[in-house]
C-alpha cells in the first residue's frame, strides 16, 4: 500500500517559482509512473505532467509545457515537480497519484490511478 504526501505549496506572486514534493511510503515507489494533476475550485480536475517508472520520459499539459519539469529521486521515494514563471491560472489544489509501470498510455486520465496524495494548495497572486 503506498501512501503518498505532497509538501512545498504555498501562495507565490504572478512570475514566481515553487517546488513540489511528493513523498511515497512504500517499498514499490520505482516501479510506478508518477504523475502530478491539480484542481481548481469550480473546476474539473486537469492533468499536469507525468514521469515514467525510471524518469526516462516526462509528459506535459501544454498549459504547462516549458514551465514546469517534473523529476524523481527513486532511492528517495520521492517525486518533484518545479513550477517556474507561475500565473494566476495556476492557482490548484496539485495532487500526485501513482499507478503501475505497466499500463503505459492515457496519462491524463485520473481514473487509471491507483494511489492518491491528499493534495498541497498553490495559490498564485496577481
Known amino acids: 500500500q503506498e501512501q503518498l504526501v505532497e509538501s512545498g505549496g504555498g501562495l507565490v506572486q504572478t512570475g514566481g517559482s515553487l517546488r513540489l514534493s511528493c513523498a511515497a511510503s512504500?517499498?514499490?515507489?520505482?516501479?510506478?509512473?508518477m504523475t502530478w494533476f491539480r484542481q481548481a475550485p469550480g473546476k474539473e480536475q486537469q492533468f499536469v505532467g507525468a514521469?515514467?517508472?525510471?524518469?526516462?520520459?516526462?509528459y506535459y499539459a501544454d498549459s504547462v509545457k516549458g514551465r514546469f519539469t517534473i523529476s524523481r529521486d527513486n532511492a528517495k521515494n520521492t517525486v518533484y515537480l518545479q513550477m517556474n514563471s507561475l500565473k494566476p491560472e495556476d492557482t490548484a489544489v496539485y495532487v500526485c497519484?501513482?499507478?503501475?509501470?505497466?499500463?503505459?498510455?492515457?496519462?491524463?486520465?485520473?481514473?487509471?490511478?491507483?494511489?492518491w496524495g491528499q493534495g498541497t494548495q498553490v495559490t498564485v497572486s496577481s
Open positions: 512504500g517499498s514499490i515507489f520505482s516501479t510506478y509512473t
Open positions: 497519484a501513482a499507478r503501475p509501470r505497466h499500463i503505459i498510455r492515457n496519462y491524463d486520465v485520473g481514473a487509471m490511478y491507483i494511489y
Open positions: 514521469i515514467t517508472w525510471d524518469g526516462g520520459a516526462a
